[in-house]
């Protein structure tokens, strides 16, 4: 069946998790689309974000994490230090 777009929207990130957790692949694919689509990347939840998608693998997320980073790199590297990037990212 599929998931209504609201609740995507507004559980993606938990729908990732528990798809992830039963390899439910279709299912994460869909719900990283929605969580990439509705999630405004920032300064202040880049870390949370690679982490996140760092170890759920979700390649999606990865890439627009990544991207944000290139583009707001001198920020970027002014307001987040080693110490807080996860260690899977050092």
Known sequence: G?????LLRERA???IEAADK???SNLKVEAE???VKFTTIT????VENF???????????KERV????????A?????ISSCNAPESAT
């Open 13 to 15: 990130k938990e729908l």
């Open 66 to 73: 990544m991207d944000f980073l290139v583009q707001n790199g």
């Open 33 to 35: 689309a929605a969580y």
């Open 51 to 61: 982490y996140f998608a760092d170890t759920k693998k979700c390649a999606l997320l």
């Open 75 to 79: 920020q970027a590297l002014s307001k």
């Open 2 to 6: 599929e998931v209504p777009d609201a």
């Open 43 to 46: 300064i202040d939840n880049v």
């Open 22 to 24: 039963f390899a439910m």
